[in-house]
C-alpha cells in the first residue's frame, strides 16, 4: 500500500535543470497477474530515476478513438473477463518522470496525437504512454482508501492496478477543452485526482481542469482515485542526453524523445516574443513547448528548490514564483495562455495573459 500533503497553491511547474550526463533509471518491479489463465499478465514499467550522460550533436486530449493500435498493442483479452487468485503488490512502480512521447490533443497539431483504445468495457488503452486507466471516474475519497481501491481493485481481466503518479495524469490532459481538460474517451468528472507523487509532506494533483497543484490531506482530504496500470512498457536506460557547445547547448531526454535547451538566460519574453526566440534559437527548428511537454522536467527526487535536474539545466531560476511560457493557449479565456511556475512548487494554471513577460525554455 502506498502512502498518505500546504495548502492549495495554484503555482506553476517548474522545469528541470540538469548538465551534461546522462540519467539511468533503476530497474523498477514488474507487475504481476496471480492466475495467467484468467488475469493477462501486465507490462513492466515506471521508471524512477534518470540519468545523465555525455552526447555528441543532437530530434489527445482531444486525441482519437479507436480499436487498432498505433505503436501499443490493442486490448488483449475477453471483456468482462475477471482475474482470480490476484496477489498483492503486484503493481508496477508509478514512473517518476515520462518514459515515453507526452500525447497531444489533435486540435494543437503537436505530434504525437493522442490516441486511446475503448474497444474493452472499463477501461482506456493509451496507445501512446502504453497506459491502461480505469474509464469511470471512482467517487472521490481519502487518498489511503483510494490507494486501497486501486490496489484491489479486478477490472478488464487485470489485477495490477495502482493509483497513478503526477506525469502519468499530466498526459492524460486535453488543454484544448473545457471546462473538463480531459479526452471525450473519459466521462467527464469534476475535481481533482490523487497521484502518488510527493513533495514533502504535500502531494501532487491534477484537477479535471487541466492544472497541476500541491496540496495538503489536512486542507484538502479528498481526491478522485482514478487507477491505472502499465499495459506496454517503456523502457530506457538514460534519461538526460548533454551536448552542443554553450550557449547552444541542448538536453535530449530520452524518456520522450524530447530535445531542450539547456539554458535560459536571464531574459523574459512576451507571449508572441517567445514563439520568434524558439523559432531562431540555434538556427531555427525549435519551438516553445506545450504544457504537457514543459511538466516532463520536474524531477520528482527533490524536495527543494529548483525542482528540476540542476545537473542537467545548470542555470534555473530559483526566484520563488518563477515562470515559463507554455505554447498552450486558454481553451475559455482568449488572450490568455497556460504558463508553469515556481521554484519551490511545480504547478500549471492558464491565468496570464499573452502581454505578460516570462522565461521561456525552447524545445524541439
Not at 17 to 24: F, I, L, N, S, V
Not at 314 to 333: E, I, K, Q, R
Request: a negative charge; charged letters at 15%.
Amino acid at each position: 500500500m502506498k502512502a498518505s500533503c500546504l495548502p492549495h497553491c495554484s503555482a506553476l511547474l517548474l522545469l528541470l535543470a540538469c548538465g551534461r550526463e546522462t540519467r539511468t533509471p533503476p530497474a523498477s518491479p514488474a507487475g504481476a497477474c496471480g492466475a495467467p489463465s484468467s488475469c493477462e499478465p501486465d507490462g513492466t514499467g515506471g521508471a524512477s530515476a534518470g540519468g545523465v550522460s555525455s552526447g555528441g550533436d543532437s530530434a489527445t486530449a482531444g486525441g482519437s478513438e479507436s480499436s487498432g493500435s498505433a505503436g501499443v498493442a490493442a486490448v488483449g483479452g475477453e471483456a468482462g473477463s475477471g482475474p482470480v487468485g490476484c496477489p498483492e503488490g503486484n503493481e508496477a512502480a508509478p514512473s517518476r518522470w515520462a518514459t515515453w512521447p507526452m500525447p497531444h490533443p489533435a486540435e494543437s497539431a503537436l505530434s504525437p496525437a493522442a490516441s486511446y483504445d475503448t474497444t474493452k468495457p472499463g477501461v482506456v488503452l493509451d496507445q501512446v504512454t502504453g497506459l491502461m486507466w480505469q474509464r469511470e471516474a471512482p467517487a472521490a475519497t481519502g487518498f489511503a482508501q483510494g490507494e486501497g481501491a486501486c490496489t484491489a481493485l479486478e477490472l478488464g481481466g487485470y489485477c495490477d492496478w495502482r493509483l497513478p503518479s503526477r506525469i502519468e495524469l499530466v498526459s492524460l490532459v486535453d488543454f484544448t477543452r473545457t471546462p473538463t481538460a480531459l479526452d471525450a474517451a473519459f466521462p467527464s468528472a469534476v475535481g481533482e485526482f490523487w497521484s502518488t507523487s510527493r513533495l514533502g509532506n504535500n502531494r501532487w494533483r491534477v484537477g479535471a481542469d487541466g492544472a497541476t497543484r500541491v496540496s495538503s490531506e489536512t486542507m484538502a482530504p479528498s481526491a478522485i482515485p482514478r487507477c491505472v496500470r502499465v499495459h506496454a512498457p517503456h523502457a530506457t536506460e538514460l534519461r538526460y542526453e548533454v551536448g552542443g557547445e554553450s550557449p547552444n547547448d541542448w538536453v535530449k531526454d530520452h524518456g520522450t524523445g524530447l530535445t531542450w535547451q539547456r539554458r535560459v538566460g536571464s531574459g523574459t519574453f512576451s507571449f508572441a516574443a517567445a514563439q520568434q526566440h524558439c523559432a531562431a534559437w540555434a538556427g531555427g527548428g525549435y519551438r516553445v513547448p506545450s504544457m504537457k511537454e514543459l511538466q516532463t522536467l520536474l524531477d520528482e527526487s527533490k524536495s527543494a528548490a529548483p525542482l528540476v535536474d540542476t545537473e542537467a539545466f545548470p542555470d534555473y531560476p530559483t526566484t520563488l514564483n518563477v515562470t515559463f511560457w507554455t505554447s498552450s493557449v486558454s481553451a475559455s479565456t482568449p488572450g490568455h495562455a497556460w504558463f508553469v511556475r515556481g521554484a519551490s512548487t511545480l504547478n500549471a494554471a492558464v491565468d496570464a495573459g499573452v502581454e505578460a513577460e516570462f522565461y521561456v525554455r525552447c524545445v524541439r
